[in-house]
């Protein structure tokens, strides 16, 4: 967008002035530049004035009023623009959101180290210009189940259970479950959708099992939903988003998640009510994003700290000082057993930075994903992420085996040491960035755990970087091949993971680049046995170019069953790919608005995050994904060969 010197002038005197009027002076002012010329000093400080005014109305945060705008210049235009590093929802993103969920996020949430420094009224301020009033504490009662359909779930019968389908997360469904096959894959058809009321993401992966569907919302809530038609027979309010898949009891009875203030619940699946909730760690930065793994009474809880990193980029933030931790609870009380550290010792100060302000260390090694369950050597797999300052330890980014009976660590394999990363590192300061930083390739995802032919075990997993690993568990974690399949980076590589059946492991490429919406991409088939690659297929080229957000990376983790592999992607699509040489076979746009089934105005948007879901012939997938940034949406879909 070009702007001339004079519409420079009267587009920074009026973002002064009053916000909403912006929009049409700059469209409106076209006479010539005034006599004398300005200096290059206003110049300057015009046109950045006006950069700000025009990014304001192309994004939509014009028409906040004087006050909200200067706030919204000062504290948060830096994050929240296009191409920040910080990843932050643009400000049309952030106007989609309720007025509670944002002030909720600068009082007790993602950025309350942004809103420690507002007062109250401006906290509120902010909230009421940016956001949208809306009540979606209740559900409409035409969306509801009828009676006759309120019975406890079912046990037994097609089921995806946990992030995974299964204990060794080889996000595999067998045909008895999938009910779907090769050949009918094409004919997949949108049966129903669900508006997540007042999001912007929709990264909680669904869990089916006993005619159920149980989904978490970025907004605050678990769902309970029929399966086959999607009515709701329950919503659960939580005070934080539910990034985390349903894990269910053996029985169905019983539903486990975590929350993004790191609260662990239980809850009966008939009837929605609270069975236990324990908070599983005290630091004001831990979160729980990997699902929890439910194994002989015990329920596995990953920890990480979501939010420290990006705090890091402010000079007057105390970096860093969590890190994290895997916990068993007794999944009959909530009760802990035992919590073993991905570090040993707390945080010390080491010094400060340029700013003056103390800086701390070691720090982060957080476990983002469902960790993995080895019953034969009675052991718990997780990979780890970077440290978020120095000094750096052995356990980032690394491969950590811990004991289940004890949490004692029984090995740790590292592939990337010294590897201490955060997001100081990116932006304009980078007073709290590690001396001779790392480069951010964390493991995100869960390893996959598969006995070869020959009979001997690997567990397979991807990286940040770009690798692909195969590990020997019963030797220590060490490393029988790896191989590269992208070029990697802190948005590219392997992201959330892949699937795997008895010789194959299929993993989704990111590599996400936001000056090249058309950049990144692709679905690699990798031999279990030496790692070599049988097939890569590049990813389409997008068309929703013009869209800010639209990228043609595909990050989201993989679904498997016999014959298909099912990836998502940035660009809004779902599609499904012939596992024997990568040839595409369905494709799904969900960057379109739906009519839902409880009447929440919804969109497709990236997916990311979350994968799909295949159970008893349906396939199911969310679409939306607020941050990078990328485009966001608020709803999931239910496909069927019948469709409606």
């Known amino acids: 967008m070009l702007i001339g010197c004079s519409n420079i ?21 076209r006479t010539p530049c005034p006599k004398p010329e300005p200096s290059e000093r206003e110049k300057s400080i015009w046109y950045a004035t006006a950069k700000l005014a025009a990014l304001l109305i192309l994004s939509g945060a014009a028409g906040l009023g004087q006050d909200a705008t200067e706030l919204f210049q000062a504290k948060c235009a830096t994050c929240h623009s296009p191409g920040s590093a910080a990843g932050a929802p643009l400000p049309a993103t952030l106007r989609q959101m309720t007025s509670k969920k944002i002030l909720e996020a600068l009082e007790t949430g993602k950025m309350r180290t942004i809103g420690a420094s507002l007062s109250g009224p401006q906290r509120e301020l902010l909230a009421k210009s940016l956001g949208v009033v809306e009540d979606s504490s209740a559900v409409p009662q035409a969306a509801t189940c009828s009676s006759s359909n309120s019975d406890a779930p079912k046990s037994g019968g097609a089921h995806w259970n946990r992030w995974g389908v299964d204990a060794a997360n080889t996000r595999y469904q067998d ?58 027979y329950w919503k659960f309010p939580t005070p934080e988003g539910v990034r985390t898949a349903i894990t269910l009891s053996e029985d169905g009875q019983t539903a486990y998640f975590g929350d993004l203030h790191a609260n662990v619940y239980a809850m009966s699946t008939k009837s929605g009510s609270l069975l236990w ?65 991905t570090i040993p010792d707390r945080a010390a100060v080491t010094g400060q930075n340029s700013a003056g302000t103390k800086q701390w260390g070691p720090s982060g090694v957080s476990l983002w994903s469902s960790p993995t ?6 052991a718990i797999y997780t990979g780890t992420g970077v440290n978020f300052s120095i000094p750096a330890t052995s356990g980032s980014d690394a491969i950590i085996a811990f004991d289940m009976e004890t949490g004692r660590i029984l090995w740790s394999r590292q592939v990337t040491p010294g590897d201490a990363f955060n997001f100081g590192c990116t932006g304009d300061n980078h007073a709290n960035c590690p001396k001779d930083h790392g480069n951010d390739a964390d493991f995100g995802n869960s390893p996959m755990l598969r006995t070869l032919p020959g009979g001997g075990r690997i567990l397979v997993l991807g990286q940040k970087s770009g690798m692909a690993y195969g590990l020997d568990p019963d030797h220590d974690g060490k490393v029988l ?27 989704g490429i990111s590599d996400w680049n936001p000056g090249k919406p058309d950049a990144g991409g692709g679905l690699t088939a990798i031999r279990l046995a030496d790692g070599k690659i049988n097939w890569s297929t590049p990813a389409p080229k997008p068309e929703c170019v013009s869209t800010p957000g639209c990228s043609a990376a595909q990050p989201a983790p993989v679904t498997l069953i ?74 999931l879909l239910a496909f069927s060969v019948d469709g409606k």
């Open 373 to 378: 369950i080895d019953l034969q050597a009675n």
């Open 9 to 29: 002038y009267s587009a920074g005197r009026l973002l002064r002035a009053k916000g909403h009027l912006i929009l049409r002076t700059v469209k409106q002012n």
């Open 481 to 507: 091949w790896q191989t590269r399949i992208s070029r990697g980076g802190p948005q590219g590589g392997i992201i959330w993971g892949g699937a795997s059946d008895q010789d194959t492991a299929y993993f």
């Open 277 to 341: 909730k324990t908070h599983v760690d005290e630091h004001p930065f831990a979160v729980v994003t990997g699902t929890p793994q439910l194994v002989r009474g015990r329920l596995f809880v990953p920890v990480s700290g979501g939010d420290e990193p990006v705090s890091a980029s402010n000079p007057a933030f105390e970096c860093c000082t969590f890190r994290g931790s895997l916990v068993a609870l007794d999944a009959a009380t909530g009760k802990q057993v035992w919590k073993a550290y």
């Open 562 to 635: 016999p014959g298909a592999v099912f990836l998502g992607s940035m660009d809004g699509h779902m599609r499904a790919y012939d596992s024997h040489d990568g040839k595409l076979i369905w494709d799904f746009d969900t960057l379109q608005d739906f009519q839902t089934v409880n009447g929440v105005k919804a969109h497709g948007g990236s997916i990311n995050a979350a994968g799909a879901v295949v159970v008893d012939g349906m396939l199911y997938t969310n679409s939306g994904y607020a941050r990078i940034p990328s485009m966001p949406g608020n709803v």
């Open 175 to 232: 045909a008895m479950n999938a009910g779907l096959d090769r050949k009918r894959v094409p004919s997949l058809k949108l049966k129903w959708a669900f508006g997540f009321p007042g999001a912007t993401t929709a990264y909680g992966q669904p869990t089916v099992g006993g005619g159920r569907l149980f989904v978490g919302s970025s907004e605050g809530a678990v769902y309970s939903l029929n399966a086959r038609t999607g009515c709701v």
